[in-house]
């Protein structure tokens, strides 16, 4: 069965640094894309970024909101994603949610078919 | 960047209407579009990948269409488990954005 569970969320202030893990079991990480989307309170979803499997070298790709400030990456060791955040701000204030990126249809896509929970992030003075 | 547009933000339905949610890209998209439900509190579900083809354990009665710039999702006969929000998502690296997303509510 397909889990992931994430963890490290909470309160930090503005212009700290938060890092967000996900353990996945049930599948081998090396062998899917990674995708870290958020929700605001009371708004829609975001895509946060992805990283690749490790036939594309686990690259990574990022939305414009979060570029420079956030990154990802992985531990296979731990089978884990990490989503390291820094510089937060007050508009980072997010549900964080993990999901596994299948390779779906013909057409090649990768679509996120297995999330997480989710994790609070808050950022406030 | 692309951007995606859902329309209507909301939609009033009974049980047993047919419902019908757009998503409309700002290019040419092919059919690299998926359409997720979510329930308040819970992460999405993914219902509709390749902007036709029904995820395993999907009911029948969602089906979705389109290529190109214009999307739909349909549910032919709505159930009360479907009342939820859905969103759409463009999978054409990168971004990845979300349509605003439609809530359907009774």
């Known amino acids: 069965e397909v889990r992931l569970v994430e963890s490290g969320g909470g309160l930090v202030q503005p212009g700290g640094s938060l890092r967000l893990s996900c353990e996945a079991s049930?599948?081998?990480?090396?062998?899917?894309?990674m995708e870290w989307v958020r929700q605001a309170p009371g708004k829609g979803l975001e895509w946060v970024g992805r990283?690749?499997?490790?036939?594309?070298?686990?690259?990574?790709d990022y939305a414009a909101s979060v570029k420079g400030r956030f990154t990802i990456s992985r531990d296979h060791s731990q089978n884990s994603l990490y989503l390291q955040m820094n510089s937060l701000k007050t508009e980072d204030t997010a549900v964080y949610y993990c999901?596994?990126?299948?390779?779906?249809?013909?057409?090649?896509?990768?679509?996120?078919?297995?999330w997480g929970q989710g994790i609070l992030v808050s950022v406030s003075s | 960047d692309i951007q995606l547009t859902q329309s209507p933000s909301f939609l009033s339905a009974s049980v047993g209407d047919r419902v019908t949610i757009t998503c409309r890209a700002s290019?040419?998209?092919?059919?690299?579009l998926g359409w997720f439900q979510q329930k308040p509190g819970k992460a999405p579900k993914l219902l509709i990948y390749?902007?036709?083809t029904l995820q395993s354990g999907v009911p029948s009665r969602f089906s979705g269409s389109g290529s190109g710039t214009e999307f739909t999702l349909t549910i032919s006969s709505l159930q009360p488990e479907d009342f939820a929000t859905y969103y759409c998502?463009?999978?054409?690296?990168?971004?990845?954005?979300f349509g605003g997303g439609t809530k359907v509510e009774i």
């Open positions: 999901a596994r990126s299948g390779l779906l249809g013909a057409t090649g896509g990768h679509y996120c078919d297995y």
């Open positions: 049930g599948f081998t990480l090396g062998d899917h894309y």
């Open positions: 990283s690749r499997d490790k036939t594309k070298s686990y690259t990574t």
């Open positions: 290019q040419d998209i092919n059919i690299h």
């Open positions: 390749g902007a036709s």
């Open positions: 998502q463009q999978l054409q690296c990168c971004p990845l954005p």
